[in-house]
């Protein structure tokens, strides 16, 4: 244990409040101990940008994304690392089918993947390394393995030898024989063993490379995330995320590449994995043609009805996704802007300290989400129902606080229940809406019940309340 754990685990316990994670390593939910409380150091695998992302891609980026604010809520600073994977076979695949410059085309798509995440209320990561832009450092960790013959060249790969690494295995809690026999493991002639992985692979004229000791090539996947993550956070990090089909072999190959080449015990002190998304009883996959892209969705629903039922389910569990849980999502956020709208009047302080403490025990508690979205519910009622205005700038600034940490009720409550499609004109609702409300002054009920069915042809429903007529686009 460094010398900051201990510093922490004596001395600044009562600091912080507790934050438990679930650790994949022990397979069991852990207090939280930093390597050093002065800088959290959290990693996340991101996407291999050669198509448009989908929302199985989006909910590791989401959770992790409320990991984060969590972890900046409680210490003064976290470095958060999201990495872009840029060179693989599969963008090399693609881009040359279509003709496309292979720099150019994955480079298309990670703007691509940012743009739909942004549109979650994701916040950037604080680091966004390039596989591409750290290729010394991938061969000099490959240089090292070699050296401490934890790998070998071979034709003009190199290989890592599993069986140098007494621990593999442990973290997705295999052994080397059942992964040989049940895994899907390239076989070839220059491998020492069926479960040796590539570090480095021969590229032709045709294909991306760069010059190393081993001959022209490009990385594996495997490596690039463990150069990328010692080079911007260390030889041991905080906690290493990701999703729970990573586990093996990506995240067991990552310890071991890691572990033999710094020469350390550990890689990540905590493993935490986010678990998949279900599209009605099955589970969403490319072999199911079940995919469902975040550009077609965010289309129709906004981001943040989104992220809502992304996190609707604890980040371990997997999340059911249908046209009922993301009318439901929908029926759920709208509900809760109404209330903002209806109190919009009300000014409050947005601050970390007005941020119920059952929220954040709640979050503390394995990013126990849905227990949270019950206390927001809860205080969106109570603030419907206060009378006050004391009652309502209270149970309002809790809202929009929490809503702050979790990337929520972040738009304005009237732009909110507006439509983002150029196609419907403001303006004109607007006019219509004072024509009615003229009609129904003078009486003249026909009028009215015409304008509204005129709007309602418009896809426009109406609310009539205390404080005047509101609009908003039928879901």
Known sequence: MSFYRIKYSLFNYNKFMSLNL????????????????DNITLYLCGPTVYNYAHIGNARPAVVFDVLNRLL???????TYARNITDIDDKINKSAMELGQNIKKYSQKYADIYNHDLKQLGVLPPDIEPYATDHIPQIIAMIKELIEKEHAYAAEGHVLFSVESYKDYGKLSNRKIEDMIAGARVEVAPYKKSPADFVLW??????????????????????IECSAMCKEHLGDIIDIHAGG???????????????????D??????????NGM???GNQKMSKSLGNILLIKDVAEKYKGEVIRWLLLSAQYRQSV??????????QKTMDRIYATLRDNQKTTVDVNKDKIPDSIIKALDDDLNTPIAFAEINKLSKQLAKAESEEDKKHYKSQLLSTGELLGLFLEDSEA?????????????????IEQRNQARENKDWAKSDEIRDELAAMNIVLEDSANGTRWSVKN
């Open 22 to 37: 679930y650790n994949t390593k022990s397979g069991a939910k852990e207090v939280f101990i930093p390597i050093n409380p």
């Open 72 to 78: 900046k809520h409680h210490y003064p600073k976290v």
């Open 201 to 222: 692979k021969p590229s032709d004229d045709s294909l991306p490379g760069w010059n190393s000791p081993w001959g022209r090539g490009r990385p594996g996947w495997h």
């Open 244 to 262: 729970r089909d990573l586990v093996f072999p990506h995240h067991e190959n990552e310890v071991a590449q890691s572990c033999c080449a710094n």
């Open 264 to 273: 350390t015990e550990s890689f990540a002190n905590y493993w935490v994995h």
């Open 277 to 279: 998304i279900n599209m």
């Open 320 to 329: 059911d996704w249908s046209e009922d849980s993301i009318h439901k999502a």
């Open 416 to 432: 909110w229940f507006k439509s983002d499609n150029a196609e419907i004109d403001d303006q004109k609702i607007d006019l219509l």
